[in-house]
């Protein structure tokens, strides 16, 4: 199976600030379309997963656009251009190039 | 709007077995393939499957064959997870999600205990 490694696990962030995560994959998540199906999921307390980025880079309906998504083949990033209080929560990365689908462990954002 | 409705909570016995569902809104329902994963604090988020909604197709992670038997039912747009032999291990919340994971349900949470 695809590991995801996901740094760091926790991120401790004042409100503004600009932060990223890393989400490196054990194998090329470029498949053989010529997509990447990388996501990027943001789950809230007590809530279910949220999708933020597909793609890649591509943001879902109404995510805010200081989220971003960047990487090609195994090293992805989520950058968050001015922490706001609703980003809290946990971040996922995950694959559906590969079967069976795989996510990261998770990077926990806290405020500072 | 594009919904997925799960069913409610289940405790369990050890041994027994549990049937989960996931109802659709606001879209074709045949259109999109359905996932399920699990989510437990120790393992975190895992595969379990998809069905083909249209189908009925499925196809599993191997960690899950034998445990999972999805199902669907087009005349109520409805997917269904049952797991079987349930164990303390099987304790979660189960979610289904829609095809490219753009729409998930809120979560059943499975406890197994006796």
């Known amino acids: 199976d695809v590991v995801l490694t996901q740094t760091p696990p926790t991120l401790l962030a004042t409100i503004g600030q600009s932060v990223s995560i890393s989400c490196r994959s054990s194998?090329?998540?470029?498949?053989?379309?010529?997509?990447?199906?990388l996501n990027w999921l943001l789950q809230r307390t007590g809530q279910s997963p949220q999708p933020l980025i597909y793609l890649v880079s591509k943001l879902e309906s109404g995510v805010p656009n200081r989220f971003s998504g960047s990487g090609s083949g195994t090293d992805f990033t989520l950058k968050i251009s001015g922490v706001e209080a609703e980003d809290l929560g946990v971040y996922y990365c995950?694959?559906?190039?590969?079967?069976?689908?795989?996510f990261g462990a998770g990077t926990k954002l806290e405020l500072k | 709007q594009v919904q997925l409705q799960q069913s409610g909570a289940e405790l369990a016995k050890p041994g027994s077995s549990v049937k989960i569902s996931c109802k659709a809104s606001?879209?074709?329902?045949?259109?999109?393939?359905i996932s399920w994963i699990k989510q437990t604090t120790g393992q975190g988020l895992e595969y379990i499957g998809y069905i083909n909604t249209g189908s009925g197709g499925t196809n599993y992670n191997e960690k899950f064959k034998g445990k999972a038997t999805l199902t669907v039912d087009k005349s109520s747009s409805t997917a269904f997870m049952q797991l079987s032999s349930l164990t303390p291990d099987d304790s979660a919340v189960y979610y289904c999600?829609?095809?490219?994971?753009?729409?998930w349900g809120q979560g059943v949470m499975v406890t197994v205990s006796s």
């Open positions: 995950m694959q559906f190039t590969h079967y069976p689908h795989t």
């Open positions: 606001g879209y074709t329902f045949t259109s999109y393939y």
């Open positions: 999600a829609r095809g490219p994971f753009d729409y």
């Open positions: 194998q090329s998540l470029l498949h053989s379309n010529g997509n990447t199906y």
